[in-house]
Nanobody, 119 residues
Framework: QVQLVESGGGLVQAGGSLRLSCAAS????????MDWYRQAPGKQRELVAA???????TYADSVKGRFTISSDNAKNTGYLQMNSLKPEDTAVYYC?????????????WGQGTQVTVSS
């Protein structure tokens, strides 16, 4: 079973930046897509950004122009660069990878990392 480990969250002032990482570990797998979600208190989890192995990216309207998703396929790692952070970006951020194995594909999630933006 592939496991994801997230890092990079923390407390930052409005206007600041953070870079989240999500590293996959396991054996005999490929990654078809990497997504970042976030969940603020009392709100539903929402998709923030996504990237395919071909490099195609999509972003939520609320983060376009501020966040950048990227991946290092050789390291099985995904990144979310977050710039110009706003208090409304405060949430727990989760990565989700679509994992390809010999018998099929499945989604797996990271443990989540807290991002807090102070005003």
């Amino acid at each position: 079973q592939v496991q994801l480990v997230e890092s990079g969250g923390g407390l930052v002032q409005a206007g600041g930046s953070l870079r989240l990482s999500c590293a996959a570990s396991g054996s005999d797998f490929g990654i078809r897509a990497m997504d970042w979600y976030r969940q603020a208190p009392g709100k539903q989890r929402e998709l923030v950004a996504a990237i395919t192995t071909g490099g195609r990216t999509t972003y939520a309207d609320s983060v376009k122009g501020r966040f950048t998703i990227s991946s290092d396929n050789a390291k099985n790692t995904g990144y979310l660069q977050m710039n110009s952070l706003k208090p409304e970006d405060t949430a727990v951020y989760y990565c989700k990878f679509n994992i390809l194995v010999r018998i099929g594909a499945y989604d797996t999630w990271g443990q989540g990392t807290q991002v807090t933006v102070s005003s």
